[in-house]
């Protein structure tokens, strides 16, 4: 009855062998991760098999792993099944030299934006996306402030004692 | 405890225990029928007490804002009765809340759309300086793209801590010369902020 996460897993086994890894099953969602080319083949299997019926996509970003070298950049897709109610996460992995990933709007119109906002954020390069242009911060923004070589704090300022912000000097 | 019903017979002083004053006559000589002063205390008289306010409010102290307009602290003691939405129509505009930088062209918009004269209150931390969000998308003050005539402290501050920022604004506008806005340096102030 359902839709369980070991026939999930299995059904992708079944269909890509050995590219798909990672399985893990954090707070009960199945987790696991593709080579960043097969992305879109993966997800357009998942949404149009019949018995894993995975439509929706329910959100998309990326993380930074500075230390990783080689995959520095995670892109998650987090993906739900609204006839079983299943959700799944999956992540491909990504070089910070060349973030060039395939983009998912030809399969799902609502990575459009998603995929702008990870971009103006983390800097993937989406190849295909038809607008791929900074979404939240200022146009004039000249590098991708959630990747962790960027301090969080406005560098900009003078006015601010490091001290009085409990970073910096002696304390 | 039954509250006092007040008649305006004898004039009092304006204060902030909801007394409606009477604005002095300014200083001058005068004679039988007739009085002399300068314009400049006549014109800074009639416009510091009839400001319209201009509320660009994006955050919580716009919430306290509101406050202050209302019934309780009620602004229009003041003679800032009616909120103008168009910046085309105020004096005054209060800038009350967290600017980020893609706000910052939008408010320096609002600004420039003012007439002359046109005076500026930062209300609250964020507005002032960044506040706590030192960060790469906030403005870190909105004295980096208008001019600031008074800096209202807090986070967020309380109505009567708007109402004082107001009535130093009041004081700003009933001494300030008709000529300033003609002035050098008053030219120099606007360039240095690239508004013509």
Redesign the interface.
Known sequence: MGLTNERIKERLIEKFGESVTGFSEPFGMLTFEVPKEMNLKLLQFLHDDNELKFRFLTDLQAVHYPNDKGRELAVVYHLHNFADNVRIRCKIFTDIENPDVFTATRLYECANWMERETYDFFGVNFVGHPNLKRI???DE?DYF?MRKE?P???Q??I??DDEM?GRGGTF | MARPVRFNITPKPRDAQGHIGMADAPEGYSGEGFFTTKLSEVVGLARKNSLWPLPFATSCCGIEFMATMGAHYDLGRFGAERMGFSPRQCDMLLVMGTIAKKMGPVLRQVYIQMSEPRWVIAVGACASSGGIFDSYSVLQGIDQIIPVDVYVPGCPPRPEAILDGVLAVQDLVGKESIRRRNSERYQQLMLSYGIQ
């Open positions: 939240l911060n200022v923004m402030p960027y969080m704090e406005d900009t300022r006015d601010k912000f």
